[in-house]
């Protein structure tokens, strides 16, 4: 690796975050960057909770929504490195009452890979239309404050039909909600205990749970508004998405609730500093909770050509988005860079050539996901990366 000239490189990220801030576009964030297994960035700024003027810190606890995803893929991938789980076991092996059919009433068999690249046939509520099917079923995204356990869930999820032949496409979904079931049954722990024992106490990652470990490091969470990000009250808050569709279904102090269920696919919290620990062990062959050659395999394409709505140019691993194509992706990173999101304002990306890992997570949900802060953040961070050598060099 290269040598890089830290002062520019962190020139470059200061001033994509103190423009989104001076701008409200996000309240606050953490954004930190290890390069060649180093952390050369770790920055807060902004407001972990505005209306309290606390400032955020780089211990701050978000509510990891989507980034919650990996992790619990992960979890699966430490059993399948341990020889208890296969990616090609049917899903029935593990849950027989989970038999969602086809539209026309055949019985369909969704494997374990078929979950974790989500091609299983399944969708989220908040990509349907009001009153769509899962919303009529009653299934939770696992991101609202849902009474009903995780075996609940899935009766309501198994009654609703697949959207398509598992296998056929690909549809971002709750499967990995699905997925933290079939860790449940193989372990014959709670998926927070199996996470905890296969996952985060191995790598010290600390700060992480299925609820809060500190309500006082916890951020506020917000959502875009008109002039400004608008608070989002405790209990349950509709966010609208994509038009035409549902919408969220967020109740922000879900984080604090130890009597939800465990959300395979949203339900966790933790800081910055905990995922990035995740991510580099992952880009680094996965010791001591993978094995190479299962780390290897998240890391690639499992999906062929098959269409990525709302994602082009890429493809999916085990768990996150992979890139194929940075020129129909609009993109700086190079192929086979790894990426994903939160709902809850969180971007994360793996970049394996440039052995780069980067975790900026923000307070304010959508604009932190997918909003211009992740280009932009993105671009610093490359940009950054090109000059400061240019400038080590000289």
């Given at each position: 690796m290269e040598k890089i000239h830290a002062t520019r490189f962190q020139t470059y990220v200061d001033q994509a975050i103190d423009r989104a801030i001076i701008e409200k576009r996000i309240v606050g964030t953490v954004v930190q960057v290890a390069l060649g297994g180093e952390v050369i960035y770790s920055r807060a700024a902004g407001y972990a909770d505005r209306e309290q003027k606390r400032t955020m810190t780089e211990n701050a606890l978000f509510r990891l929504a989507s980034v919650t995803k990996p992790i619990v893929s992960t979890a699966a991938l430490a059993l399948v490195s341990q020889g208890k789980l296969n990616l090609h076991d049917p899903v029935i092996h593990w849950l027989p009452a989970f038999r969602p059919k086809l539209p026309h009433g055949q019985e369909a068999q969704i494997t374990i890979q078929q979950l974790m690249t989500h091609t299983a046939g399944l969708t989220y509520r908040f990509f349907q239309e009001d009153q769509g099917t899962y919303e009529r079923a009653g299934v939770s995204d696992g991101m609202d404050l849902s009474e009903i356990s995780l075996e609940e869930n899935l009766q309501r999820l198994a009654s609703v039909p697949l959207l398509y032949e598992p296998g056929n496409?690909?549809?971002?979904?709750?499967?990995?909600?699905?997925?933290?079931?079939?860790?449940?049954?193989?372990?014959?722990?709670?998926?927070?205990?199996?996470?905890?024992?296969?996952?985060?106490?191995?790598?010290?990652?600390?700060?992480?749970?299925?609820?809060?470990?500190?309500?006082?490091?916890?951020?506020?969470?917000?959502?875009?508004?008109?002039?400004?990000?608008?608070?989002?009250?405790?209990?349950?808050?509709?966010?609208?998405?994509?038009?035409?569709?549902?919408?969220?279904?967020?109740?922000?102090?879900?984080?604090?609730?130890?009597?939800?269920?465990?959300?395979?696919?949203?339900?966790?919290?933790?800081?910055?500093?905990?995922?990035?620990?995740?991510?580099?062990?992952?880009?680094?062959?996965?010791?001591?909770?993978?094995?190479?050659?299962?780390?290897?395999?998240?890391?690639?394409?499992?999906?062929?050509?098959?269409?990525?709505?709302?994602?082009?140019?890429?493809?999916?691993?085990?768990?996150?988005?992979?890139?194929?194509?940075?020129?129909?992706?609009?993109?700086?990173?190079?192929?086979?860079t790894w990426r994903m999101g939160g709902t809850y304002g969180h971007s994360w990306f793996v970049d394996p050539k440039e052995e780069l890992s980067v975790a900026a997570f923000t307070n304010t949900a959508l604009e932190g996901m997918s909003g211009q802060f992740t280009t932009d953040i993105c671009d610093a961070i490359y940009a950054g990366i090109r000059e400061s050598k240019k400038t080590a060099k000289i």
């Open positions: 496409m690909w549809r971002y979904s709750i499967a990995t909600d699905v997925l933290g079931a079939v860790i449940e049954k193989v372990t014959g722990m709670s998926l927070r205990e199996a996470v905890q024992l296969l996952v985060t106490h191995p790598l010290h990652m600390t700060d992480t749970d299925f609820v809060a470990v500190d309500s006082n490091r916890l951020t506020a969470a917000y959502a875009d508004g008109s002039d400004e990000p608008r608070l989002l009250h405790n209990e349950l808050e509709q966010v609208p998405f994509i038009e035409g569709t549902a919408g969220f279904q967020l109740a922000p102090n879900r984080a604090n609730n130890t009597s939800v269920y465990a959300s395979g696919g949203a339900g966790m919290v933790g800081s910055t500093g905990d995922f990035l620990t995740l991510l580099e062990t992952l880009r680094q062959g996965g010791q001591p909770i993978l094995t190479e050659a299962v780390a290897t395999k998240m890391a690639v394409n499992q999906i062929g050509e098959l269409e990525m709505p709302y994602w082009p140019g890429r493809g999916f691993g085990l768990g996150f988005t992979i890139l194929k194509d940075p020129v129909a992706a609009g993109t700086p990173e190079s192929p086979g």
